[in-house]
């Protein structure tokens, strides 16, 4: 495995995945096709690696997994390894020679973006896709910050859900090294996600765009109700807008971000523009394209300060997951309509 | 507590007149503002609280309603209060839920069959009734009659509810099937365009009412009907040939009144005369449509309505998985039997049933008349059926006190408005009084007695707020429509202004270009009627009865729910 510790967003490409994780390779590809990403770089999964062994931690974590091996499922014990886990990698120091690198990135990652202490965020990315499993730090501003941030993401791997996953694979002691993606944090005015498919019907002649005041994470952790947008992808049409009371944003504040009303007379009021959504779908069928037509689930965000169409960034994209076919309303095969028909009343009115 | 010390009746007495037990016994009750406001004379009230409490318990308990055991009534001066009666025992909700679901499965399969059946059984009885020879009947016959007819209308109640409870579940569970892909619900205008563009058996009276206007002008009778009052028109048209012609030909007047003149001009209420006995009401809407003039709206309108009905079932399909499809649309077109159901079965149901009741009642007052047991044959809306009954045969008792004090009590308390839409210890918490009508999950309360919160929009800067109940805008001049008596002062591009609506007033629909209520939902009469007349209709403003003033300028919007005055004359 190449020992390279930072990549630089650009240089990557989607074969990339075994160095930097899926999301941080979706996003190099994005970025070399010409879509507006914002910049960044990402500590790539060696740099876990090497993180594990030279602070010796690794040894300290397998001690607390391998006790879980006894209890598989003891969802108690799993917090309290978990518990134990954080508190480990939190009190080791990032080895000298990534901290300098990281630093070092991070000053010219401000510098190219005209400040000394650029605002980013900070994500997790996996060999494969969980979405929600890692975490996500937004608006983090200053080296110290971004190493304990970089730190929390690597911990993340070892949260009790994740623990919980790993023991159901039966891997409760393989350790699954995770990349960190570093971007130049958009300060969005509106931001949400976006699906190249109708995500419920499967109708791949539409994209679904829901959109909400501030940053993306009141839509992804459907705080509020967002704005929901659907657009004829062939002709760029708006077929319909149904604009929602959106009570709450998510803003940056000096380090990190809170939750705030939106102001009243902005609640009822559409959060993208026409011509941000056209511009959105435009973008999403470009991506989309890439992927060979398989359907895509994109984050985005519309920049505060930055001109249209300056201002439309693309966060990160991964292949849009299906509702399962036996959860909401889906009929199982074999079953008759009438009696499909009564289950569901009985499930929606009568439980 | 006495919860209603003001309201306690004195001159009226049967076995569901509300009580200061029930209001301390039951948590709410609700007032079926959509039926019985302006308050009914006795004997309606008597027969529409017993009537429904039969139907709603008897068909909550035939077919297995999960939660509820059906709806309680009650009389409150000449008004109905409901309240639903919960089931409280999961273990019972189980077993009933097995029950429901045996039983909406073979609704939804069998619906047009059953419903065939429905009407067969009713017909029989219907024509049975109507070929009593009321006149010369002997006192035991009519007893036996007045009896027969008042008891068939029970089960008339009981068929009514138990097609209703059926049907409004599949209409509320399709509505909260497209809340999620689509986002709409029964106050978006696509949920409006799915449910129009059907045929019902009152479109055919419209229509033939229509159509013998238009004989009436092929015939030269235009100046018959303009230019005498409409009491005259009748006896007019008697001395000319073709004014004889008008009323006997096959397709003729005569022939309309047979088929559909067995309704009451207010559903279920007896004091005013059936249109077989006085045509003036179909007479009235005759004269209004020569003020009119042009074409029948609701053919001119059909082809737009269904072409954009067909449009918005494919719309909504698509927005569902391939594999879905087959039952969704099985959904879709019971769900949209509700509304065309809704507006039919008051002539199979209600109409006919209520118009055989007042002849069976009016013989007997006829007969109790005749002694002067009463002044005046129609004061028989004073008696309640046991009081007739005990009198019927003997014609011994004399009722002028009773019913001279009764008339005096009505007559005082038919003024007394509005009356409150919820009364009981959740009276002063509506939020709380709407969980626990929610709770019983009666669809029925909920599209049409009841109604559901209006969602204001400050934004719109109108004068009212209500729910969407049939798409597009309008302006025009408001009437004030109370009763069936106002509407003969509707003029064509009027905004019909009223607390409700009934089906025997569907006729003046061609000449109204928006409806705005006070009260209402998307299964209320205006609602379906509207839209199949593609006029706009804001149902549940609570107030505009109150707030509107007859002739003002108003301006209707049924997308938005909103309405906005424009001229204050």
Known sequence: MDSKVIFWLHELGREDVNLVGQKCAFLGQMMQIGLPVPSGFVLSLSAFDNFMEATGVREEISGYLSKLGETPGDLRQAEAASRHIYDAIKKREIPQEIRHKVEASYQKLSRLCGTDQMPVSVRSSGRESHPGLFDTYLNV????????????????????????????????????????????????RSAGVLFTADPISGNPSLAVIEASWGLGESVAQAKVTPDKFIVNKETLGIKERRISKKIYQVIATEQGTRIEAVPWEKQGVACLTDEEITQLVKLAKQVELHYRGVPQDIEWAVDAELPFPESVFLIQTRPVVTPSPRGRFNKPPGKGNTEHIVDLLIERFYR | MNWAADWKPRQVNHSLVMSDQDLEAYPCWYLDEAHSIPPWTPLSAWSWVHGN?????????????????????????????????????????????????????LFIQDYDRIWQDVIQELTTHYDEFRAFDIDKAP???????????????????????????????????FEELCREPLGIDDTSVQWHRLMRGFENKLFEADRWLWQLYRRAMELGLDSVFKNNPTEHVLPTLEETEAGKKWLSEPRGFREFLQEHGWRLPRMAEFNCKAWIEEPAPAISFIKQYLAKGGTFELDAKKKQLINEREEAEREVLSRFPQSEQGWVTMLMKAAQRAGSFSEEHTFYFEQTSYSLMRRAALACGKQMAGRSLIEDAEDFVYLLPDEIKKNIISLRLDYRGLVSDRKRYYNEYYQRLPRPALIGKLSNDPEAAMSYMVASGDKVMAKITVGRAVRTKPELRADLYGNPASPGVATGLARLILSEMDIVNIKPGDVLVGITTYSSWTPVFPLLKGIVLDRGASLSHAAIVGREYNIPVVVQTGEATSQLKDGQGIKVDGTKGAVWILSND
């Open chain 2, 53 to 105: 409490r039969y139907g709603d318990l008897w068909a909550a308990e035939s077919i297995g309603l999960p939660r509820c055991r059906g709806t309680d009534w009650r009389e409150l001066d000449g008004c109905a209060y409901m309240s639903p009666v919960l089931v409280t025992d999961e273990e019972d909700v189980r077993q009933r839920e097995a029950r429901f679901k045996k039983h909406l499965e």
């Open chain 1, 141 to 188: 501003k200053g080296s110290p910050a971004l190493l304990h941030h970089i730190k929390c993401c690597w911990a993340s791997v070892f949260s009790p859900r994740a623990i919980a996953t790993q023991a159901q694979k039966g891997l409760v002691t393989q350790i699954e090294p995770i990349a960190v993606g570093v971007q130049k944090m958009i300060c969005a």
């Open chain 2, 139 to 173: 006192a035991y016959k009519l007893y036996d009659h007045f009896e027969q007819v008042f008891n068939f209308n029970f089960r008339v109640w009981a068929l009514h509810s138990w097609m209703m409870y059926s049907l409004y579940e599949l209409y509320a569970l």
